[in-house]
């Protein structure tokens, strides 16, 4: 009967909102989402950077004592609850629902990762051609003076200026944040089939983008290996594996700036802080086992005895959590051997060291690598794929992060935007907008801007903090495990119990204070400065997402009847029926 009820009350809820066909497309979307951008251009660099393979010491234990607690305290938000990211922590933790609208902000800021996808979307398309346009000079924007500019102002790589012609022409469009440009039709074409790919993705919710998933999220790997060997082959391939690994221990004793550097690629890379993960883990089964009272009898003493059946394999264990992190970590690790073997016969070619052509980001992917790629023989074919791989790697990234904030917003309204031609057309709305909001001029300069300041070490800190707060404080971390093995049959071990109540928190907010202290305006390739107004848009981002906490929680405090003492008595009373409710027919309220 309970089971029977338990199962009426699913399919009551997954008609509104759907769930993971199976277990399979649940790990391929999370592993696509988590697997993008900052695996290929970001890591590679700060490991060279930072130490070398010395870096991976700090890399690895944050990653073990932050990341997969982290990882796993959202998903199994997500999945208790079974809504979105503001809805999820009305239900956990009320005074701490500020969370969720400080994600939303923070997902809405991400949308601007489409640009990257967009321009990729741009140099693919000229990859076909039989001449490359950034292997020679005949092209309509090698004009001498202008190349000059670019070289000495923006990027100071020994690079040709055929290349960054091309970058200005068709992803900068503009030479300052005061000058906006024009808006250019083959950009505007590439944003448009970007956001055209993500609506078709998630129009029918998990449906769609579970079956996306499946060439989305396995693709790029094939494609990395292609390149990963083809980069060891290349002359000069393992003198950027030594720049990319040699271990410098000294580094190690920088915390300030090696330390907090792998700790906040940690949390960009895993994705936590941002949201998807609870909106992922929302769409899986809430139960892993049926419970079951049973009355035994033992003469005069009649005891109740709690059986479990295992009836369905969608719930997410701290094992999954574990094999998705290390999935993310050691494609980061491979993609280092991809980026510096290529820049090693770079380097080789030019007769110049590795240290000469290391960068990353844009830098990296829009002009470092197509460099590189036309030194090759069959350059088109290595350049178109690395621009897929590098779509691919953002589509999933893009369309979860966008299937997020929908998820959420309809949660919020399910009345509204739950009904099926509702929802179509309220994602149709979204993409439109967005589209829209994004054909707005200053290429790089405003994606750099809002990348730095929507996303930024300050938002990842202080989210980090209040979620720990909420769950392993005012929720309960022993709570918590109890509901995690509920869902599961697995109890996590008391170490995630102490990184949510002690150690992450004590680190967030270490790392939290020295980024204030050691703050340092944004500067493109250290010479390009925003206006004040940038710098102060940047903080109304920044602040925009981290204040949403704690104005949330003093609104509930003054708007709630009764002293907190009160409140506080009145929630324990919930608990202990919630719990009795839980134990007894397996529905959470």
Same mark, same amino acid.
């Given at each position: 009967?309970?089971?029977?009820?338990?199962?009426?009350?699913?399919?009551?809820?997954?008609?509104?909102?759907?769930?993971?066909?199976?277990? $399979?497309?649940?790990?391929?979307?999370?592993?696509?989402?988590?697997?993008?951008?900052?695996?290929?251009? $970001?890591?590679?660099?700060?490991?060279?950077?930072?130490?070398?393979?010395?870096?991976?010491?700090?890399?690895?234990?944050?990653?073990?004592?932050?990341?997969?607690?982290?990882?796993?305290?959202?998903?199994?938000?997500?999945?208790?609850?079974?809504?979105?990211?503001?809805?999820?922590?009305?239900?956990?933790?009320?005074?701490?629902?500020?969370?969720?609208?400080?994600?939303?902000?923070?997902? *809405?800021?991400?949308?601007?990762?489409?640009?990257?996808?967009?321009?990729?979307?741009?140099?693919?398309?000229?990859?076909?051609?039989?001449?490359?346009?950034?292997?020679?000079?005949?092209?309509?924007?090698?004009?001498?003076?202008?190349?000059?500019?670019?070289?000495?102002?923006?990027?100071?790589?020994?690079?040709?200026?055929?290349?960054?012609? *091309?970058?200005?022409?068709?992803?900068?469009? =503009?030479?300052?944040?005061?000058?906006?440009?024009?808006?250019?039709?083959?950009?505007?074409?590439?944003?448009?089939?970007?956001?055209?790919?993500?609506?078709?993705?998630?129009?029918?919710?998990?449906?769609?983008?579970?079956?996306?998933?499946?060439?989305?999220?396995?693709?790029?790997?094939?494609?990395?290996?292609?390149?990963?060997?083809?980069?060891? =082959?290349?002359?000069?391939?393992?003198?950027?594996?030594?720049?990319?690994?040699?271990?410098?221990?000294?580094?190690?004793?920088?915390?300030?700036?090696?330390?907090?550097?792998?700790?906040?690629?940690?949390?960009?890379?895993?994705?936590?802080?941002?949201?998807?993960?609870?909106?992922?883990?929302?769409?899986?089964?809430?139960?892993?086992?049926?419970?079951?009272?049973?009355?035994?009898?033992?003469?005069?003493?009649?005891?109740?005895?709690?059986?479990?059946? $295992?009836?369905?394999?969608?719930?997410?264990?701290?094992?999954?959590?574990?094999?998705?992190?290390?999935?993310?970590?050691?494609?980061?690790?491979?993609?280092?051997?991809?980026?510096?073997?290529?820049?090693?016969?770079?380097?080789?070619?030019?007769?110049?060291?590795?240290?000469?052509?290391?960068?990353?980001?844009?830098?990296?992917?829009?002009?470092?690598?197509?460099?590189?790629?036309?030194?090759?023989?069959?350059?088109?074919?290595?350049?178109?794929?690395?621009? *897929?791989?590098?779509?691919?790697?953002?589509?999933?990234?893009?369309?979860?992060?966008?299937?997020?904030?929908?998820?959420?917003?309809?949660?919020?309204?399910?009345?509204?935007?739950?009904?099926?031609?509702?929802?179509?057309?309220?994602?149709?709305?979204?993409?439109?907008?967005?589209?829209?909001?994004?054909?707005?001029?200053?290429?790089?300069?405003?994606?750099?801007?809002?990348?730095?300041?929507?996303?930024? $070490?300050?938002?990842?800190?202080?989210?980090?903090?209040?979620?720990?707060?909420?769950?392993?404080?005012?929720?309960?971390?022993?709570?918590?495990?109890?509901?995690?093995?509920?869902?599961?049959?697995?109890?996590?071990?008391?170490?995630?119990?102490?990184?949510?109540?002690?150690?992450?928190?004590?680190?967030?907010?270490?790392?939290?204070?020295?980024?204030?202290?050691?703050?340092?305006?944004?500067?493109?390739?250290?010479?390009?400065?925003?206006?004040?107004?940038?710098?102060?848009?940047?903080?109304?981002?920044?602040?925009?997402?981290?204040?949403?906490?704690?104005?949330?929680?003093?609104?509930?405090?003054?708007?709630?009847?009764?002293?907190?003492?009160?409140?506080?008595?009145?929630?324990?009373?919930?608990?202990?029926?919630?719990?009795?409710?839980?134990?007894?027919?397996?529905?959470?309220?």
């Amino acid at each position: 009967m309970n089971r029977q009820r338990r199962k009426t009350e699913n399919q009551k809820m997954a008609g509104d909102r759907g769930q993971w066909a199976s277990k $399979r497309e649940y790990i391929l979307v999370v592993a696509g989402s988590v697997v993008g951008l900052g695996n290929v251009w $970001r890591f590679p660099y700060l490991c060279y950077k930072n130490g070398g393979g010395a870096f991976l010491v700090p890399y690895g234990l944050l990653a073990v004592v932050c990341g997969i607690p982290l990882f796993l305290l959202e998903t199994s938000v997500g999945q208790y609850t079974q809504e979105g990211f503001i809805t999820s922590w009305r239900k956990m933790c009320p005074l701490m629902q500020g969370i969720g609208f400080g994600q939303l902000i923070i997902s *809405l800021c991400c949308f601007i990762y489409v640009l990257i996808e967009a321009w990729a979307l741009v140099y693919l398309v000229f990859s076909f051609r039989s001449q490359l346009p950034w292997a020679s000079c005949e092209n309509s924007w090698n004009t001498g003076k202008f190349e000059l500019w670019f070289v000495t102002n923006l990027f100071t790589l020994p690079i040709s200026h055929q290349v960054v012609g *091309l970058i200005h022409k068709h992803t900068m469009k =503009t030479t300052s944040m005061k000058e906006l440009g024009s808006v250019r039709w083959e950009l505007a074409l590439c944003l448009l089939a970007c956001w055209i790919f993500c609506y078709f993705s998630i129009w029918k919710g998990v449906r769609s983008s579970g079956k996306v998933a499946y060439f989305t999220a396995l693709f790029p790997y094939l494609i990395l290996l292609i390149l990963l060997i083809r980069g060891l =082959t290349l002359p000069g391939a393992w003198d950027g594996i030594y720049y990319y690994l040699y271990p410098d221990l000294n580094r190690l004793t920088n915390l300030e700036v090696v330390w907090i550097e792998a700790g906040s690629q940690i949390f960009f890379s895993y994705s936590v802080t941002e949201g998807t993960l609870n909106v992922l883990g929302s769409y899986n089964e809430c139960y892993n086992f049926d419970k079951t009272i049973h009355m035994v009898g033992f003469g005069k003493k009649v005891l109740n005895v709690l059986s479990l059946t $295992r009836v369905c394999c969608l719930s997410v264990t701290s094992r999954d959590c574990f094999w998705l992190c290390l999935l993310n970590s050691g494609t980061s690790f491979v993609s280092g051997f991809v980026v510096f073997s290529v820049l090693g016969f770079m380097a080789h070619k030019q007769g110049v060291t590795v240290d000469n052509v290391a960068e990353s980001g844009p830098g990296l992917a829009f002009i470092v690598y197509p460099q590189a790629t036309a030194m090759m023989p069959l350059p088109q074919f290595w350049t178109v794929c690395f621009f *897929l791989m590098l779509i691919l790697l953002t589509v999933d990234s893009h369309f979860v992060i966008v299937e997020s904030f929908i998820t959420t917003v309809s949660d919020l309204f399910p009345k509204w935007f739950r009904a099926p031609v509702r929802h179509e057309i309220f994602v149709l709305i979204i993409c439109v907008s967005s589209f829209l909001i994004h054909l707005t001029l200053g290429g790089i300069y405003v994606f750099q801007l809002i990348e730095f300041y929507g996303s930024t $070490r300050v938002c990842q800190n202080f989210m980090a903090v209040c979620e720990c707060l909420a769950v392993g404080w005012i929720f309960g971390a022993d709570r918590f495990t109890n509901i995690i093995e509920d869902m599961t049959g697995q109890r996590p071990s008391v170490f995630f119990k102490l990184c949510w109540k002690y150690i992450i928190p004590l680190l967030s907010l270490t790392s939290f204070i020295l980024y204030l202290v050691n703050y340092k305006r944004l500067r493109i390739n250290d010479w390009y400065t925003y206006p004040d107004w940038a710098y102060a848009l940047g903080w109304t981002m920044t602040l925009s997402s981290v204040l949403m906490v704690p104005l949330w929680a003093a609104g509930q405090m003054c708007l709630t009847a009764g002293t907190l003492r009160q409140v506080s008595a009145q929630r324990r009373v919930l608990d202990h029926v919630s719990s009795f409710l839980w134990n007894t027919s397996g529905i959470p309220l």
